[in-house]
Nanobody, 122 residues
Framework: QLQLVESGGGLVQPGGSLRLSCAPS?????MYWFRQAPGKAREGVSC????????NYVASVSGRFTISRNNAQKTVFLQMGSLKPEDTGVYYC??????????????????WGQGTQVTVSS
């Protein structure tokens, strides 16, 4: 399997926006974004189904983040808006085992990216 590669992280002020990208996605499988803040456990952020028709979000980012995918380009995106300092962390892209999203857990994941740092600070 090809290694997942994230891009688009960086430093942004509170209230700002960033767009993360991840490639290559795999046809027929859900894709996830997780994040890990310093000193905290990795947590699931969002998931999108293989066909892009369905998505879900953790409550803390709902209404601020949007996940999408372009299957022709084999790329998944996470558009992040109204960013808060508590959104700071390393963001990981991950490929699921199934067509549909399942639990935000390691058992749901077949492959991880190396992560990209997002820092929200003034």
């Amino acid at each position: 399997q090809l290694q997942l590669v994230e891009s688009g992280g960086g430093l942004v002020q509170p209230g700002g926006s960033l767009r993360l990208s991840c490639a290559p996605s795999l046809d027929g499988y859900a894709m996830y974004w997780f994040r890990q803040a310093p000193g905290k456990a990795r947590e699931g952020v969002s998931c999108i189904t293989a066909d892009g028709a369905g998505a879900n979000y953790v409550a803390s980012v709902s209404g601020r983040f949007t996940i999408s995918r372009n299957n022709a380009q084999k790329t998944v995106f996470l558009q992040m808006g109204s960013l808060k300092p508590e959104d700071t962390g390393v963001y990981y892209c991950a490929r699921g085992h199934m067509y549909y999203c399942s639990a935000y857990a390691v058992r749901s994941i077949s492959s991880w990216g190396q992560g990209t740092q997002v820092t929200v600070s003034s």
